[in-house]
Structures are given as structure tokens and as C-alpha cells.
């Protein structure tokens, strides 16, 4: 995954603090929301102003989701309440869908989370669900970017019943720091990249998968991509035991794959939370990891050539490599071949001493590759 760090803002309208609860609370009071013409009359008669605030439209929604008090002059202000349920759950996402294109400018166009492309369409992605934990339905310091299959893997979870939330927090700001901390979050952890490398496997003959061993190997080689069973195979190498010692041998046209690997339980829970290991199956809708195991090979081509360029030919190889990246995505692909193919920036930029993780990082941290990435942590 690629860490990111989002700087503030941008154009978004709405300034809510999580800081603390009476903070989230002010905050949320102090925003008005301004309704449509249409609309004025019902949140009148709901809220007794037409542009009530941003504490009391949440308020409301939670309310108007609860049981029907009994009281009469409850069930009153609750059917008021019910009766616009559906104009401030729309209002409200039309507020937060405001962090879009700030977000973009600061993200790019990537899914925070399976780092794809996403050149048709991204959602603002809420780390504290919404539906469980509404008072941070606008708040900017509670989004990312998200593909369709993340955001539909996430869902609202984790739910308020989570074990997680033992002891139950004191008030809303607790639940979420709770979930902030309990994963690696892209968003404020430099280390997610290290924590949840990539890593080619291949499937051996019981069926088990295995790290392969130096998966870039001279030889190692996409052979097949198998549409209907989601398959692909390759030419890789593998550690054997013999009399004489582990041995490197080639293993032709097996089943491989790109897991990312977790370390830490942040990072586990990070990985099951959106699904990121998930096979891909028989469907269009997830082929995360399918996409993966095709990027490592083509950008293992990619590097492989240009680890070959001279001092004449590097700038134009370059050119050619580097172009190709923002439509690829997945930075933690090219980072971790990058590390294998140098390590220790042991590969450096023909006719400099410039190691080449650092020529690729100083180009890609920029708007028109990967914006707001944080290479604290990078090797």
C-alpha cells in the first residue's frame, strides 16, 4: 500500500476538528447547511430554521433512524424528523462528495487502499463509516480515495459491536481514534508501505503457495493469463533442498500470484478490512490481485530494460519507463522491484551516484505521478 499524507483542506468548505468531542460538537454547530428552495419548508417545519446546522442535521438523521417515542409531542417532532430523512441523507452526501477533487489533487486519482488507477471514477471513502458513526459524515480528516470494489469490501465496518471497543469508548472522538489506530491506515502511517509489501508466490504441486525466492531472477517470466479461471502462470525460481545444499531451480508455467504480506496486527487488520488478498474470482468486479500479479511482471520487464540502458541511452529508456507509471498505479509494485533489483540503492543511474529508488522517488512524489506520497519509510 502507498502511504500518503493528506496537507490540509484544499477547497473543501467544511472545517470539522476531531480533536475532541466538544470540539467535533462546536464545530458541527458552527457549519450551516443551506438548503434548496424546495426542500426550505420541511426542515422548516423539522428544524424550526431553514438552514439549521450541521450538528443538528446529523442529530436529526440519528434520530429519524431510532425507534417511534411514544409521547405524542415526540412522536410529533420524530414523524417531522422521518419526513426529511431522505433530503438531509442527501444533502449531506452531496457535502462530502465537496472532497472529491481536493482530494484528488492531493491523492491523485488512485484507490488509497488497492492503489489502482482510477480513471472513470473514484468515491470519497469514510474510514469511520458513516451509517454507524454519523457525526463524521463530513469530516475531512475521515476521508480517502476509493475504488468501487474497496468501498464496497470496507462497507460500514467496523460496526459499533466491534471487540475492538473494549472498553467502550468514552464518546464518538474514542470510537474514532480506536479504529484509527487498530489499522494501518494509508493516511498517517509512513511505515504501510514496509508493513504490507508486496510478494510474488507461486502455487506448488499440493496446492500450497509459496514466497518465491528471488523473484527477479534472470528467467523469471510471465507465460499465461488464464481469463476464465482468473489464472496466471509464470517461470519462476525456487529454493530446493539437494545433497549439495539449497539449490535455485526453475519451476516452469506455475500458478503465481501477489499477496501483499502483512506485519503487525494494524497491518493484518488493514488487509482484511478492504479484502486486499482476496482471489480473484470468476467476476469483473474484483480483480485486485489479479491486476497486481500482471503489473509485477510488466514492470519487471520494464525495470529489466532499464537496468540494461548506458549513459547514452538511460534518458530515452527513462522516458519510456517513467511515462507509463501513473497509468499503472500500484507504487508499492514498482518500489518493491526496484528494492530487489538494487538493494540497499545499490542500482544506480549510469554515469551518476544517484541510486535509482531515489531518482524514481523524486520524480514520482509530484502531481502528475503519485501526489501525497510519503517516503519516509521507503527503502
Not at 42 to 50: H, R
Not at 247 to 266: E, F, I, S
Amino acid at each position: 500500500m502507498r502511504p500518503v499524507d493528506k496537507t490540509g483542506l484544499g477547497t473543501y468548505p467544511y472545517a470539522v476538528d476531531v480533536s475532541t468531542q466538544a470540539d467535533l460538537e462546536t464545530t458541527l454547530q458552527q457549519i450551516k447547511i443551506p438548503f434548496g428552495s424546495t426542500a426550505k419548508t420541511p426542515i422548516t417545519n423539522a428544524f424550526g430554521v431553514p438552514n439549521p446546522s450541521a450538528w443538528d442535521v446529523i442529530n436529526g438523521l440519528i434520530t429519524a433512524k431510532g425507534p417511534k417515542p411514544k409521547p405524542k409531542k415526540k412522536a410529533q417532532a420524530y414523524a417531522k424528523l422521518k419526513l426529511v430523512k431522505g433530503t438531509i441523507t442527501t444533502k449531506l452526501g452531496d457535502m462530502y462528495a465537496e472532497a472529491n477533487l481536493p482530494l484528488q489533487a492531493q491523492l491523485g486519482r488512485y484507490c488509497s487502499f488497492c492503489e489502482m488507477p482510477t480513471l472513470q471514477a473514484v468515491a470519497v471513502e469514510h474510514i469511520v463509516p458513516k451509517a454507524p458513526y454519523p457525526l463524521f459524515y463530513i469530516a475531512w480528516d475521515n476521508f480517502l480515495l476509493a475504488c468501487s470494489v474497496c468501498n464496497s469490501c470496507k462497507g460500514n465496518n467496523p460496526p459499533r459491536s466491534d471487540l475492538q471497543f473494549t472498553p467502550q469508548p468514552a464518546d464518538e472522538v474514542g470510537y474514532f481514534d480506536t479504529i484509527k489506530n487498530t489499522y494501518l491506515w494509508p493516511n498517517g502511517f509512513s511505515n504501510v508501505y514496509k508493513n504490507t509489501k508486496p510478494q510474488l508466490q507461486y502455487q506448488g504441486s499440493n496446492g500450497n503457495w509459496f514466497p518465491v525466492t528471488n523473484p527477479v531472477q534472470p528467467g523469471t517470466a510471465q507465460t499465461g493469463a488464464d481469463v476464465e479461471t482468473r489464472t496466471i502462470t509464470a517461470n519462476v525460481y525456487a529454493t530446493v533442498a539437494t545433497a549439495a545444499g539449497p539449490k535455485l531451480k526453475l519451476r516452469n508455467n506455475v500458478p503465481v500470484r501477489v499477496q501483499l504480506v502483512p506485519v503487525g496486527a494494524r497491518a493484518t487488520n488493514m488487509l482484511e478490512l478492504a479484502a486486499l488478498n482476496k482471489r480473484s474470482g470468476l467476476t469483473v468486479s474484483d480483480i485486485r490481485m489479479w491486476t497486481r500479479t500482471e503489473l509485477w511482471f510488466t514492470a519487471l520487464n520494464s525495470l529489466n530494460t532499464l537496468k540494461k540502458a548506458t549513459v547514452a541511452t538511460f534518458p530515452d529508456y527513462w522516458d519510456l519507463f517513467i511515462a507509463a507509471v501513473p497509468r499503472n498505479g500500484l507504487y508499492s509494485v514498482y518500489v518493491t522491484l526496484i528494492d530487489l533489483l538494487g538493494p540497499s540503492r545499490s542500482w544506480l543511474v549510469p554515469g551518476t551516484t544517484t541510486p535509482m529508488m531515489k531518482q524514481f522517488l523524486d520524480t514520482i512524489v509530484g502531481p502528475n505521478y503519485f501526489p501525497g506520497t510519503d517516503t519516509a519509510d521507503a527503502p
